[in-house]
């Protein structure tokens, strides 16, 4: 591990030196990706900075991905296309690969190829979990990179924040303990999407606990431009609730019957029930519609507004919440349908 700082969009400097050996013994690191280009240059250079075990997996990149990741002597897990690809399946792979090569690991920093991990942040992580032996997963805040480029950049910048204190879920990015994953045998590699609450329930289960930090974890690079990503990454959304409820719904607060409910009344039973009714109702059907999604975004505004979000960014927030809904039921519909005729889901993406 080079003790020099690395020049970049951002500095990084490496820990002092009791902590330096701490991480450089203890923690390593697993990275997925696919034609990620510069941002996973950034990705894998915040890391090396202060880990000297760093694995990248590959889904089937065309760019120069595994050949730079080789290239800085960062271990190269390419997947098998032949079965079919899952976050939770890399990440997977990844972390076996890694105790395979390094078996004294004891914790593991999971991070996207988009994602750019925050200077202080795994020293900050670290600590948290060598204090709290009853935590497995330790999560800081995800922000995104360049929140005001897009709309749909600026709802992700809000969408990470969190509180900080016992939760009941991390996403993508996180910190963990590999004894706890292990114990619970890992993330499910048949889901396409919320393969990370659904580790969380598992976890919880066994009396392991999930902490949020408020420290900044990682840099997110959305580069989310067009109207038709944010639509998949809601269809996405959808179909992790439906999933995750189908697996878990009864027994945990994560994917519960409200929220899904939720989605099934606004995005899919009201939609139908004003289109059905308005000829009979001489378009009244419109008007009580109207004002139900108007409620709604009241709601939903006020709500963000009283978290301390800006009356700006409250009211795209609650625009996109409401306009999601009908994305979000065309993926709960499409989780149904495929358990029903006993299909395996296809991937939805939004890059």
Same mark, same amino acid.
């Given at each position: 591990m080079s003790s020099a700082t690395k020049r970049g969009p951002f500095a990084f400097?490496?820990?002092?030196?009791?902590?330096?050996r701490s991480l450089s013994t203890q923690v390593g690191a697993v990275v997925i990706g696919r034609n990620e280009g510069e941002r996973l240059h950034r990705c894998l250079e915040s890391?090396?900075?202060?880990?000297d075990k760093v694995v990248y997996v590959d889904s089937g990149s065309t760019d120069d991905s595994c050949a730079y990741a080789a290239n800085t002597g960062i271990d190269v897990v390419q997947l098998n296309l032949s079965i079919p690809f899952t976050a939770a399946r890399a990440r997977n792979e990844g972390i076996q690969a890694l105790l395979s090569k390094y078996p004294?690991?004891?914790?593991?920093?999971?991070?996207d190829g988009d994602c750019i991990v925050a200077e202080g942040w795994l020293v900050a992580a670290l600590t948290v979990l060598e204090q709290n032996r009853g935590v497995a997963i330790v999560c800081g805040q995800r922000k995104e990179l360049q929140p005001n480029a897009t709309i749909y950049n600026r709802l992700c910048d809000m969408e990470w924040k969190g509180a900080a204190g016992m939760v009941p879920s991390c996403?993508?990015?996180?910190?963990?303990?590999?004894?706890?994953?292990?114990?619970v045998g890992g993330y499910n590699p048949t889901l396409i999407a919320?393969?990370?609450?659904? @580790?969380?329930? $598992?976890? /919880?289960?066994?009396?392991?606990?999930?902490?949020?930090?408020?420290?900044t974890m990682t840099w997110h690079d959305a580069a989310m431009t067009k109207l038709s990503q944010w639509w998949q990454r809601a269809r996405r959304s959808g179909h992790t609730?439906?999933?995750?409820?189908?697996?878990?719904?009864?027994?945990?607060?994560?994917?519960?019957?409200?929220?899904?409910?939720?989605?099934?009344?606004?995005?899919?039973?009201?939609?139908?029930?004003?289109?059905l009714?308005?000829?009979?109702?001489?378009?009244?059907?419109?008007?009580?519609?109207?004002?139900?999604?108007?409620? @709604?975004?009241? $709601?939903? /505004?006020n709500r963000r507004i009283d978290s301390g979000e800006t009356i700006a960014n409250a009211a795209l927030y609650a625009k996109l919440t409401v306009l999601g809904k009908l994305p979000q039921f065309s993926g709960m519909l499409q989780f149904a349908c495929n358990r029903i005729f006993r299909r395996k889901s296809a991937l939805i993406e939004y890059k």
């Open positions: 400097r490496i820990a002092d030196s009791a902590q330096s890391l090396t900075c202060y880990l004294e690991v004891e914790f593991v920093q999971v991070v996403g993508g990015d996180a910190l963990i303990r590999l004894a706890a994953f292990l114990q919320g393969e990370e609450p659904e @580790l969380c329930v $598992r976890l /919880r289960q066994l009396k392991w606990k999930i902490q949020r930090t408020n420290d609730y439906a999933e995750g409820h189908a697996l878990h719904g009864r027994s945990d607060e994560k994917f519960r019957r409200s929220e899904v409910r939720s989605i099934a009344f606004w995005g899919g039973i009201v939609p139908v029930a004003t289109i009714l308005a000829i009979p109702t001489l378009g009244a059907s419109l008007a009580v519609a109207g004002y139900g999604y108007a409620s @709604l975004y009241c $709601r939903v /505004r």
